[in-house]
């Protein structure tokens, strides 16, 4: 089991570096110099200036030799510093965006796991009434809608029109720091996360559970007298989330996507606000270290989401 | 259940907290706004220096020596009280007001001295090292007199001085030029002698300025100013829709959506930008003015104008439209295709280029300009000339056409704007060729003899009334050379809460400065 797991390991090391290399050579294909975001290229420095500031970006040098420079001290915790943000380093900013980022997405899928799950057990134990009938439908809406639009009116509804959350940011700039306020900016972002993967975890509850609720099993619990409560939540729910945990540990990584797009839209200062603004300024060592920093984050998830798949089960063995 | 007591306490203290903490920050007067939202705003630039906009935001807490007023018509004294221009124009004397910088300094002559030679120096990336290039010596009088003294009359000194920020030499001195441009002294601690004070930047949210208690204008009406950053105009839309800022540029399509609210007040004002259809003078393509004639005829800018500007932009058939600048006689360039084509069949368009796609870059990234180019494609595809618009954000327009590496053939034609006032003479930074890069702004490699001349004329013109005559006859031979297609000067806009009293903006190109009196701005409850 350790080996599997270290093998598993290993290979996530080597698709972080063939990541990092594909980000790397994508980013310099890209149109745009990190000189001309770091100063405005009219500004009247001579040739000789604009060389010693290439320089000392370090962007002189050839493409592999920029690219060995940054991996090994990236291997030795050094992600460089910011071209855009003079003097900042890039780690210290990545992490300080981890949190906000974290926050959002963990709330968001924390509702939407616990929405989900619910709703598809409901929608399962209920099967053909008219509960189920419209939680399926409003699963489908919520599927069938793109993530943009539920943003969009998500925010006019509730932030502009009925003024229920703030519109966008994480606090009251200028206030000083409350809970109150961070939950009344987190919660509208996080619910518009939610939406739409409880609907896909919802539906896979739902067809888990219709699956498990046939079984012999269940039946002879019932038969032994086991209340019902705890046939479905003690038997039944326990067989039928194993498919939804993979899709839950699946889910995360395109979370992160979906919390980059939530963050422009409500100006959410995480990582995914860093990645738009690093972009747009080419700012090269902080695309490459958020890069590098999510995709460890995905691979990390995905092992953690076979060990709990061992963990519920423990019939599944790996040899 | 020690634990899950102990963390229900904390968590409804931290609740408490926050709600004991709404009323001492509501007790603080606070006008939050997105100063920097729009194409006059600059977000994440603190260093005036190399500000090319975001001058209404930094002129709260920085000053320059002299300011334009609101209507942006007349230049007025900001920290010059006074100034005296010599009768050959080569000696400026300002008289200075009496200020103390925001770390309780005096703030004397010596600083006007240091700042124009920091903004002379180009190892500090300033954008007007060329346009102080006339200035010779500075001389300091006594702490409240500085005499500037000249090469050569340049009319255009005093406009570049209302762009540049008077700076405290016993802060900055200790800087090296070189590590000046993207010092984090800007974005920590700036000291200025605005009305207001830096308190603090949370990076990419906000920006925080409190009252300069002791400013000369007297104490600020408000504590606090807050520059809020949004990703795009329409974020900010809906931040002072829910009444999170008062105040935000928006885009002309937005203006409908407000006009006639008794909560909001639109504030409409020329933008000072000529827009203008750039031909790239290093490809061939353009070189025959028939075919720019045709470009010309081929395109109704009426019904552009009308349509989708909604009438909010005013025809142009020189780099301006002010009425002084508009001698009589100009080619209207009505709206002809069947004479646009002519025009490209005698000048041989078809062995020039013929239907081959022509790629149309912007940086202009909003819904209108992609309305206005896909109109003008249709318009210009009718006669022949197949143009393909493309929008890039400003790093990769900067890479392709404005960069000292630019390969020419991969900008042929631009949709951009260059600022036409309220000083004429900022058009010559765009089609000067002596101000091709890196001295100037002519990318496009303009070289017009003719138009060199009419240029060069206005702006050593010291006369005020010779210098309109003057910028006539730029006029008139940029409406007969056409080194430009120029289309018009649209209107811009912002909206205020009707809360803001005293509230003074103005959509000045780059943002001003403008006389905008943050220290008079106050907010009802």
């Known amino acids: 089991m350790l080996g599997f797991y270290l093998k598993r390991l290993a290979a ?23 000189v001309d975001a770091y100063l405005n290229p009219l500004a009247p420095l001579s040739q000789t200036e604009m060389d010693a500031l290439r320089q000392r970006l370090g962007l002189d040098r050839s493409w592999p030799v920029q690219y060995l420079a940054w991996l090994s001290a990236a291997l030795a915790g050094d992600l460089g510093y910011s071209i855009d943000r003079a003097g900042v380093r890039v780690l210290p900013l990545l992490v300080e965006r981890t949190g906000p980022t974290l926050l959002l997405m963990l709330t968001g899928l924390a509702m939407a796991i616990l929405l989900g799950i619910a709703s598809g057990v409901i929608g399962a134990v209920k099967r053909n009434s008219a509960i189920d009938i419209g939680l399926g439908l409003v699963a489908f809406v919520t599927i069938s809608t793109p993530a943009f639009l539920n943003a969009l009116l998500g925010l006019y509804v509730f932030a502009v029109v009925l003024r229920w959350a703030p519109s966008g940011g994480m606090l009251t700039p200028g206030a000083p720091f409350s ?71 699946s889910t995360i990584g395109i979370a992160i996507g979906g919390a980059i797009f939530i963050e422009s839209v409500f100006d959410w200062p995480g990582m995914g606000l860093l990645m738009v603004k690093a972009v747009e300024t080419r700012d090269y060592p902080v695309i490459m270290g958020a890069t590098l920093l999510i995709g460890a984050g995905v691979i990390l998830v995905n092992l953690l989401t076979d060990l709990a798949y061992a963990v519920v089960d423990p019939r599944i063995q790996v040899r | 259940m020690i634990m899950r007591t102990y963390r229900r306490a904390l968590i409804g203290a931290a609740l408490l907290a926050g709600t004991m903490m709404t009323p001492a920050i509501a007790q603080m007067k606070t006008i939050t706004g997105g100063f920097d939202v729009g194409p006059g705003g600059l977000q994440g630039n603190f260093n005036p220096m190399t500000a090319p906009a975001g001058y209404t935001w930094l002129s709260t807490y920085f000053e320059p020596l002299v300011t334009y007023d609101a209507g942006l018509t007349k230049l007025v004294p900001a920290l010059a009280t006074s100034w005296e221009i010599s009768d050959d124009k080569l000696s400026y004397t300002f008289k200075l007001a009496q200020e103390t910088w925001h770390d309780g300094q005096a703030f004397t002559a010596d600083d006007v001295k240091f700042t124009i030679a920091l903004n002379k120096n180009p190892k500090t990336a300033s954008l007007l090292s060329a346009r102080l290039a006339a200035i010779d010596s500075v001389e300091v009088k006594d702490p409240r007199t500085v005499v500037v003294r000249l090469s050569r009359p340049d009319n255009a000194l005093i406009v570049s001085l209302t762009k540049m920020m008077i700076l405290p030499a016993h802060v900055l001195s200790a800087i090296a030029p070189e590590d000046m441009a993207k010092n984090a002294l800007w974005s920590t601690k700036p000291i200025g002698t605005g009305p207001f004070k830096f308190v603090r930047y949370e990076t990419d949210r906000f920006v925080e300025l409190a009252a300069h208690e002791s400013y000369r204008g007297g104490k600020p009406k408000v504590d606090r100013l807050i520059n809020r950053y949004f990703a795009n105009a329409a974020a900010a839309i809906s931040a002072l829709r829910a009444g999170e800022i008062q105040f935000t540029y928006i885009e002309s399509d937005d203006v409908p959506t407000f006009k006639g609210s008794k909560d909001f007040t639109v504030i409409e004002g020329a933008s000072y930008v000529a827009n203008y259809i750039g031909f790239n003078n290093q490809v061939p393509l353009w070189n025959d003015i028939r075919v720019r004639q045709a470009v010309m005829h081929a395109i109704d800018r009426n019904a552009i104008i009308d349509s989708l500007y909604k009438g909010a932009a005013k025809k142009a058939d020189c780099g301006y439209v002010e009425g002084s600048l508009i001698p009589k006689g100009l080619d209207a360039y009505a709206y002809d295709p069947a004479k646009a084509t002519q025009l490209l069949k005698e000048a041989g368009w078809d062995k020039i280029n013929g239907t081959k796609p022509i790629t149309w870059l912007t940086y202009y990234n909003n819904p209108l300009t992609a309305n206005v180019m896909a109109a003008v494609q249709s318009m210009l595809a009718q006669v022949g000339i197949n143009v393909v618009p493309r929008a890039l954000d400003p790093a990769g327009y900067n890479a392709i056409a404005m960069s000292r590496t630019s390969n020419p053939a991969d900008f ?14 900022t058009l010559n930074l765009g089609l000067n060729e002596s101000q091709i890069p890196p001295v100037g702004q002519n990318f496009l490699q303009i070289k017009i003899p003719e138009l060199n001349a009419a240029l060069n004329a206005a702006v050593a013109e010291t006369d005020q009334a010779k210098a309109t005559t003057k910028y006539q006859d730029v006029c008139a031979v940029m409406n007969k050379t056409l080194p430009w297609g120029t289309m018009w000067v649209a209107n811009r806009y912002g909206v205020a809460s009707v809360k803001l009293k005293d509230f003074v903006w103005t959509p000045a190109p780059g943002g001003g400065p403008f006389a905008a009196t943050p220290e008079k701005w106050s907010i009802a409850p």
Do not use: W
């Open chain 1, 12 to 34: 996530g090391l080597m698709m972080l570096i063939a990541l990092s290399i594909l980000v790397f050579v994508l980013l310099r294909l890209a149109p745009g110099d990190p």
């Open chain 1, 179 to 249: 809970l109150s306020d961070l939950l009344a900016h987190l919660i509208l972002p996080a619910s518009l996360l939610a939406v739409v993967y409880s609907a896909l975890f919802m539906r896979y509850m739902r067809s888990s559970m219709i699956e498990v609720l046939n079984q012999d099993y269940l039946r002879t619990a019932r038969a032994k007298g086991v209340g019902e409560f705890a046939v479905i939540v003690r038997h039944a729910l326990r067989n039928a989330i194993l498919p939804v945990i993979t899709l839950i540990g």
């Open chain 2, 412 to 425: 042929p034609l631009v949709y951009a704007g260059l600022q036409n006032g309220p000083d004429p003479g």
